[in-house]
C-alpha cells in the first residue's frame, strides 16, 4: 500500500527529475568534451532531446496533479463575486473538456504510433526506432485523463470544488 501511495504522489516527478538529470549530465559532458577535449558524440544531442520531450509531456500530468495547467482565469474571477454555483458548474465543464481534449489526442497518437510501427524509422544518431520517442504522447495523455479525474473526483467527493486563481 505504500508503494501505490508512493506512485501516486511521486512517480511523475521522480521520472521528470531523473530525466532532467540525466539531461544536464548529459549536456555538461558534451560541453567539457567539445570544447576542452575537442571530441564531440553525435548521439548525445539527440538523446537530450528526446529526454527533454518526455519531461515536458509528463510535466503536463504533473501540472494537472497540482492544478497547475493553463487555465483562462479572467472569465472565472469575474463570475466568481456574483455567481459561485456557475464558476463550480463552469469548472466541471473545464475539466470534462481538457478530459475529452486528452482523449482525442490519446486516441490519434496510438493510430500514429501503429503507422510507425508499420513503416519503421530509425533515428540518426541513436539508432533507435523513433516509435519510442513518440511513445510518451499516448503514456502522458493517459495520466493526464487520470489526474485530471482523480483531482475532480476528489473536489466532488470532500465538496471543494472551486475554481482557484493564485494572487501572484
Given at each position: 500500500?505504500?508503494?501505490?501511495?508512493?506512485?501516486?504522489?511521486?512517480?511523475?516527478?521522480?521520472?521528470?527529475?531523473?530525466?532532467?538529470?540525466?539531461?544536464?549530465i548529459f549536456l555538461g559532458t558534451e560541453v567539457f568534451s567539445r570544447?576542452?577535449?575537442?571530441?564531440?558524440?553525435?548521439?548525445?544531442?539527440?538523446?537530450?532531446?528526446?529526454?527533454?520531450?518526455?519531461?515536458?509531456?509528463?510535466?503536463?500530468?504533473?501540472?494537472?496533479?497540482?492544478?497547475?495547467?493553463?487555465?483562462?482565469?479572467?472569465?472565472?474571477?469575474?463570475?466568481?463575486?456574483?455567481?459561485?454555483?456557475?464558476?463550480?458548474?463552469?469548472?466541471?465543464?473545464?475539466?470534462?473538456?481538457?478530459?475529452?481534449?486528452?482523449?482525442l489526442v490519446f486516441y490519434y497518437s496510438i493510430g500514429m504510433l501503429e503507422n510507425m510501427?508499420?513503416?519503421?524509422?530509425?533515428?540518426?544518431?541513436?539508432?533507435?526506432?523513433?516509435?519510442?520517442?513518440?511513445?510518451?504522447?499516448?503514456?502522458?495523455?493517459?495520466?493526464?485523463?487520470?489526474?485530471?479525474?482523480?483531482?475532480?473526483?476528489?473536489?466532488?467527493?470532500?465538496?471543494?470544488?472551486?475554481?482557484?486563481?493564485?494572487?501572484?
Amino acid at each position: 500500500m505504500k508503494v501505490l501511495r508512493w506512485l501516486d504522489e511521486w512517480a511523475e516527478e521522480f521520472c521528470v527529475s531523473v530525466m532532467l538529470s540525466l539531461l544536464i549530465i548529459f549536456l555538461g559532458t558534451e560541453v567539457f568534451s567539445r570544447f576542452l577535449l575537442g571530441k564531440s558524440f553525435s548521439w548525445v544531442e539527440e538523446l537530450c532531446r528526446y529526454l527533454f520531450v518526455w519531461a515536458s509531456y509528463l510535466g503536463v500530468a504533473i501540472a494537472v496533479k497540482h492544478k497547475e495547467q493553463l487555465r483562462i482565469l479572467m472569465l472565472m474571477d469575474l463570475l466568481k463575486i456574483r455567481f459561485p454555483k456557475l464558476v463550480r458548474v463552469l469548472y466541471v465543464i473545464s475539466e470534462l473538456v481538457f478530459t475529452v481534449f486528452c482523449l482525442l489526442v490519446f486516441y490519434y497518437s496510438i493510430g500514429m504510433l501503429e503507422n510507425m510501427m508499420r513503416f519503421k524509422q530509425v533515428s540518426a544518431a541513436l539508432e533507435i526506432d523513433v516509435m519510442y520517442a513518440y511513445l510518451i504522447i499516448p503514456i502522458s495523455m493517459a495520466l493526464t485523463v487520470f489526474r485530471t479525474l482523480q483531482g475532480l473526483l476528489r473536489d466532488i467527493r470532500n465538496n471543494t470544488l472551486r475554481f482557484e486563481t493564485r494572487e501572484d
